[in-house]
């Protein structure tokens, strides 16, 4: 059963409702682009590696916070960071959970796998870990650790110790 047999209204209403999908699609590619940004030649780049949204939130206000301070600083997740933004930036403070039993966060794998199996040059670089973590776990704050040890290996300078925190306290 139709609600109406007028194929002018119907073909009306199926462009209508195309052309709002386009909108979203449009919105939405829009907003990804907004969000990431330029994230090369940064004073401070803030990375994080999260699972449940704590470590992009601390992230987030942090990068809001050096931004109100006048610096240039951005919040990127592993997912969408670049060797070439990582090289460029002054200072890298990283915020990483660490999920289950010392994995990586789920958007943090490639950059992991992929990333971390390669020595950069981070010399010019300082650097900060905040891992975040369960002791409750066998692996407490093992991805935070790794992203530490890796950072040295490329030689990044360290500004401070490895900063692991239990549970968010």
Same mark, same amino acid.
């Given at each position: 059963m139709r609600i109406t047999h007028d194929h002018l209204r119907l073909t009306l209403a199926g462009f209508t409702g195309a052309a709002l999908l386009l909108s979203f699609v449009w919105a939405?590619? *829009?907003?990804?682009?907004?969000?990431?940004?330029?994230?090369?030649?940064?004073d401070d780049l803030i990375l994080y590696?999260?699972?449940t949204g704590q470590a992009e939130a601390i992230a987030n206000l942090t990068a809001a916070r050096? *931004?109100?301070?006048?610096? *240039?600083a951005a919040a990127v997740s592993a997912r969408d960071v670049t060797p070439e933004a990582l090289t460029s930036c002054r200072r890298l403070l990283v915020v990483a959970a660490?999920?289950?039993?010392?994995?990586a966060p789920d958007d943090a794998f490639r950059f992991e796998r992929d990333l971390?199996?390669?020595t950069l040059d981070l010399s010019a670089i300082g650097f900060s870990v905040l891992a975040l973590g369960d002791r409750s776990h066998g692996h407490f704050c093992a991805f935070g650790r790794r992203l530490d040890a890796w950072l040295t290996a490329c030689g990044a300078?360290?500004?401070r110790?490895?900063?692991?925190?239990d549970d968010l306290d």
């Open positions: 939405a590619i *829009k907003q990804t682009r907004a969000a990431t940004g330029p994230i090369v030649g940064l590696a999260s699972q050096l *931004k109100a301070g006048g610096h *240039k660490t999920a289950g039993e010392g994995e971390m199996s390669q300078q360290a500004l110790t490895c900063l692991e925190v």
